[in-house]
């Protein structure tokens, strides 16, 4: 009977990936800080776990590119080798290469091996260097490790079920006789009878004898995939002490290495029975049942409305009940595809490193609020929004260490990335200490090529307004790695399709500062529902500042502007949603209802017939079920059944708001 590795590969690669992204993450850290013996031990565990999770399920490539890897780190983390930017350097093209094959493997598709052949010389020539300068003698400040013979007993007995994950005892036995001279004997104690025997089920068990070099926990290493699926137990019998200065070299370059080792293993079992890797597609549809809950939820209790309190007491309280359950159900499974945006932010310190090296140009990346959660389906689109961001500050916000020295800043530049929640609504900033935007450069080149066609209306919201117009750029040269402008409209556009608002403030010489802000979910909207004529329309909550009924006399027209709202001294364009949909019939209020809204650092008054009330209500994509609608950003379900269409604010505000800061005294205002 052969069993069927392949249910096991979603397992492999999720974790794998999880764990390259550790290793690289720490790579990093260790280049900037030097060695840490902590860091590189919890390197080494992730990719010796990966090798052997690899080469038991047949990706042998994996497994021999990482076997080198391991090497490397463990010459590393027993400081026999010093860490460089030559090791760095290597071992980060190494998890690029292993992620590379394992997104390819996943796909199915072809594993090109010999991708990682150069990598496999340059590591084995790392290696090289190393046993040569230990030979020659051990670097200023660098331990050499000598240490006597140890004598283990272990026992290995394996779950019943071990068999199930792929694994095979054979191969854990065969790695402890790399580390030494083993003895092995097999316990046939639970063996059952033929009768009821399950050639699926592992009822043996191991105790075998290693003389051996190695530690305690470079034992446990060897068995690390399947500490969870196990019981070991390691005693060692017999211990050939070195000498005193040996002693001493041990202790300071391995002594801990045990005592890390097995700390980070009871964690990681401790974590095994917490975390299940989940299909991201079943969630979805956990997801999208929920709505349809929601749905229900809202048919009912609109169907229930006429209900007495005190006739009906008990359906009123199992009704109130079920609407506390669904809340709680709702709560809880969005909180699943909720994550921390440091699932973006974690990929930029590597880009800024290599952008940083290839322009010749020293930048300090800051990341801060990275544990601020966002929903999954947000979060995936923003990846590459935020990749061209951070990639035009670096070639064109950030200048050279000469130039900035020049005028007085440090030879460092910053680069900043911060997240956080900010009035139910995600806020991520992008700032870097750069040379800033140059107003007069961006007036010169958009009259240049018509997209200005008098310097007289230029100002800093129609400079903001010509950095977003598709290809668009100052740049004197295209750069292969950005062009500021160039795709600043699609950053915008996609920023822009989850709901969201991209803002630019820029202080020339000074520095440049990018705000996208974001709805918390794209599944479930806090909406008002409004009434225009006999349509019914839903405004996101999020974007509304207040709801006011007011006179006529309060709505002006304004030459050349159109209606404007006075409201505190503030003027406000005023736009009919009947109007913007081109819509009939007539008013169902004796006076205009405005709702002020706020988008895109601008704000509109927009009038409305009636307000319905406010609602949870499910998003659905219009463009993905439909088409795509002018004005209009989804649509959802009522609870008497009708469609309701949800506005998007940001296009109706980047549009209409067309009221510009003038005194009174300039303004020709005359009563509607």
Not at 285 to 305: A, D, F, K, P
Not at 451 to 473: C, H, I, R, T, V
């Amino acid at each position: 009977m052969s069993l069927d590795l392949s249910r096991f590969h979603a397992t492999f690669f999720a974790e794998s990936i999880e764990g390259l992204n550790h290793v690289e993450e720490a790579l990093l850290g260790i280049e900037q800080s030097g060695h840490d013996k902590d860091a590189l031990d919890s390197i080494f565990r992730a990719i010796h776990s990966m090798k052997g999770s690899a080469g038991s399920l047949g990706f042998g490539v994996i497994a021999e590119l990482a076997h080198e890897m391991e090497s490397v780190l463990d010459r590393l983390r027993q400081a026999l080798m010093p860490v460089s930017a030559d090791s760095t350097n290597v071992l980060l093209r190494g998890v690029d290469c292993l992620r590379n094959w394992i997104f390819a493997a996943e796909a199915k598709g072809p594993v090109d091996a010999t991708a990682g052949v150069g990598l496999v010389r340059e590591l084995q020539l790392l290696l090289q260097r190393a046993v040569t300068s230990e030979t020659a003698g051990a670097p200023a400040g660098v331990a050499a490790v000598v240490g006597g013979k140890h004598k283990y007993v272990i026992v290995f007995r394996p779950a019943q079920d071990f068999f199930h994950s792929g694994n095979d005892p054979a191969r854990f036995i065969d790695e402890l006789a790399q580390l030494g001279e083993i003895n092995s004997t097999v316990d046939l104690s639970s063996l059952p009878g033929i009768e009821s025997f399950v050639p699926t089920t592992c009822y043996l068990a191991w105790r075998i004898t290693l003389e051996t070099e190695s530690s305690a926990n470079d034992i446990r290493e060897v068995f690390e995939w399947v500490s969870n699926c196990c019981a070991l137990e390691i005693e060692e019998v017999m211990q050939v002490e070195p000498s005193a200065g040996e002693k001493n070299a041990e202790g300071a370059a391995r002594g801990d290495v045990a005592a890390a080792g097995a700390a980070g293993g009871e964690s990681r079992r401790d974590a095994s029975l917490v975390t299940m890797h989940v299909r991201t597609d079943k969630i979805d549809e956990l997801v999208n049942l929920v709505g349809e809950l929601v749905i229900t939820h809202t048919m009912l209790r609109q169907s229930t409305q006429g209900l007495d309190a005190i006739k009906d007491a008990r359906a009123v309280s199992v009704f109130a009940q079920l609407e506390r359950n669904v809340q709680d159900i709702q709560e809880r499974v969005l909180s699943i595809r909720m994550m921390p945006v440091n699932h973006v932010f974690g990929r930029f310190p590597r880009l800024v490193r290599d952008l940083g090296l290839q322009l010749g140009k020293a930048i300090e990346l800051k990341i801060s609020g990275e544990q601020a959660e966002l929903d999954k389906s947000v979060i995936e689109q923003l990846i590459d929004p935020l990749t061209h961001l951070v990639r035009n500050a670096l070639d064109h916000g950030i200048e050279l260490p000469a130039d900035r020295l020049s005028v007085g800043k440090p030879a460092k530049g910053t680069l900043s990335l911060h997240a956080e929640h900010r009035g139910g609504r995600f806020v991520i900033t992008v700032i870097d200490d750069g040379r800033g935007i140059n107003p007069e450069m961006v007036k010169r080149r958009a009259l240049e090529i018509g997209l200005l066609q008098s310097a007289d209306n230029f100002d800093e919201a129609a400079m903001y307004a010509l950095l977003l117009k598709p290809g668009f750029s100052t740049a004197q040269k295209v750069s292969n790695v950005s062009g500021r402008g160039v795709g600043l409209d699609v950053v915008s556009e996609n920023v822009r399709k989850l709901g969201g608002s991209l803002d630019i403030q820029s202080n020339q010489g000074a520095g440049t500062t990018f705000t996208i802000n974001l709805p918390m979910t794209l599944a479930i909207v806090d909406g008002m529902i409004v009434g225009v004529a006999s349509e019914r329309y839903i405004i996101p909550i999020a974007f509304i500042r207040e709801c006011l009924q007011v006179s006529a006399v309060q709505v002006q027209s304004v030459v050349g502007q159109g209606q404007v709202l006075q409201l505190r001294g503030e003027y406000i364009s005023v736009v009919k949603l009947r109007d913007i949909c081109a819509l009939r019939g007539e008013k169902t209020a004796a006076q205009p209802v405005l709702v002020v809204i706020e988008a895109e650092n601008r704000t509109i008054a927009l009038q409305v017939d009636d307000l319905l009330g406010q609602d949870q209500v499910v998003f659905k994509s219009l463009e993905a079920n439909y088409r795509k609608v002018e004005f209009m950003a989804g649509a959802s379900i009522l609870g008497d059944g009708r469609v309701a269409l949800i506005l998007d604010i940001n296009q109706i505000v980047k549009q209409h708001a067309n009221i510009k800061a003038v005194s009174r005294s300039e303004r020709s205002v005359a009563t509607v």
